[in-house]
């Protein structure tokens, strides 16, 4: 093969899994704007970082901070898989601040803003400041059982419309995060992440990584330069760290590419060349099948049990409004257990997805002591507090079912 065929099916290889990856950018940026801006959903659920908070609560107490959902367990575990055989592809591809920082650095060079290179050396060191971020967010939010750091985090303020709870550090953040990708390439996704300090381990294992062939290799450098991550790609055999974000840059721009330079596949000793777009089809695959899953397996976000199950139950399933978080979960926890005329003895476990709004509640009782109505009247009925001497108003609501008139159950499974 002549140098001049290489060059020419080297571009057009470099031309295809780039436009593949911008592309995936693009369209996981737009649905992101339109889920907020448009259809105004709570796209918090679907943070993978919203799982790593949501974690120790869960497991501890059964329930997650407000706003937060199984959905977020479905998506961490998908990105997880995702990068145990494709390093931080999730980086490359999906999050809408890699993609806006990768783009204004990107403006910025074509403007002409040299901007500035660190070493390998000072990325592994700034590296760390990462773990730093993560152990503090986690020990703030695990402690107080809530997502307090959030009123700090330019990307929620994003996501939540400028929700109650933003300060104006997440603006100075985000802004300094802007103003920094003009001058340097992914410094936050780089150096700040908590995401990227979970996935690094993950990464560090990754099945699939660069090869360079050695022997092939013209030492022209031009991989180095192009890594967004400073990995020294000319420099190595095999790019085994976990910094590297399969971006497929490097593969891109070698000009020897096609004769075996630098490929990207699984290891061995005798190397194997996987097909670059590869890693945007998993990356498509792991979304839809962690949508799919948080769909098909709605795990409820909240749980509360008591007494042991007798051999016979029976389930109520209601929508709620204003069971709007977990804390609103608790509060029905009060008035299912209270003692007055409507105390409901026989009920055994309440199961609830707290949502904006209104929530769906499933509720398992013994038909022996319970039935649907008291389940009805316990949510919304007044309760009088004895021992507080005071009446506590129900703030809740339940769909279909009017207190003054009839009951119109939704649904009821043996
Ligand atoms: S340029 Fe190559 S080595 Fe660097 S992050 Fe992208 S895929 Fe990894
Ligand atoms: S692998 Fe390719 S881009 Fe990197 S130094 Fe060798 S020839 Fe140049």
């Known amino acids: 093969m002549s140098s001049r ?10 031309h295809g899994a ?5 592309l995936i950018q693009s369209a996981a940026l737009a649905t992101v704007l339109v889920g907020v801006f448009l259809v105004r959903g709570n796209a918090e659920r679907w943070c ?3 799982g790593i908070e949501a974690a120790y609560t869960y497991l501890a107490e059964g329930n997650m901070p407000c706003s937060l959902a199984v959905s977020n367990f479905y998506i961490l575990g ?7 055989f494709m390093r931080r592809a999730f980086c490359s591809h999906l999050c809408p601040i890699g993609t806006i920082s990768e783009w204004m650095r990107r403006g910025a060079r074509r403007m002409g803003l040299r901007g500035f290179k660190t070493s390998y050396a000072a990325d592994r060191y700034l590296g760390l400041l990462k773990y730093g971020v993560l152990i503090i967010i986690l020990w703030i939010t695990w402690r107080a059982g809530e997502l307090l750091f959030r009123g700090f985090d330019p990307c929620y303020a994003l996501i939540s419309r400028h929700g109650e709870d933003i300060t104006a550090w997440a603006y100075i953040s985000g802004g300094a995060i802007l103003v920094g990708s003009l001058l340097v390439t992914l410094p936050f996704c780089r150096w700040l992440c908590p995401l990227a300090a979970i996935l690094q381990p993950f990464s560090r294992v990754g099945l699939a990584r660069i090869r360079r062939d050695h022997d092939v290799c013209i030492q022209c450098g031009q991989c180095s330069r192009v890594c967004p991550a400073a990995i020294p790609v000319d420099r190595v055999r095999d790019v085994t760290t976990g910094s590297c974000v399969t971006c497929m840059e490097c593969v891109a721009v070698c000009p020897v590419a096609e004769d075996g330079a630098i490929q990207w596949g699984p290891p061995g000793a005798r190397p194997r060349r996987w097909p670059s777009g590869l890693v945007g089809a998993a990356v ?15 795990a409820p976000s909240f749980e509360y049990s008591r007494g042991t199950l007798p051999a016979q139950t029976e389930t109520l399933e209601v929508s709620v409004t204003d069971l709007t978080c977990r804390g609103r979960s608790n509060l029905l926890v009060f008035f299912f257990d209270r003692d007055d005329i409507f105390a409901i003895p026989g009920y055994l476990k309440i199961e609830a997805w707290p949502a904006p709004e209104k929530g769906r509640l499933r509720v398992t009782y013994d038909p022996d002591e ?8 316990a949510i919304t009925e007044p309760y009088y507090d004895l021992s507080g001497d005071r009446w506590h108003l129900s703030p809740f609501a339940v769909e279909g079912y009017d207190p003054f008139g009839e009951v119109v159950p939704t649904e009821e499974t043996p």
């Open 370 to 377: 319970a039935n649907q109505e008291a389940i009805l009247e």
């Open 5 to 14: 065929t290489s060059v020419t099916n080297s571009g057009r290889a470099a």
């Open 18 to 22: 780039v436009l593949a990856r911008r």
């Open 48 to 50: 993978p970082f919203g």
């Open 284 to 298: 498509v695959l792991s979304v839809i099948v962690a949508v799919a899953a948080s769909y098909a397996l709605p």
């Open 78 to 84: 998908a990105l997880l898989v995702l990068t145990l």
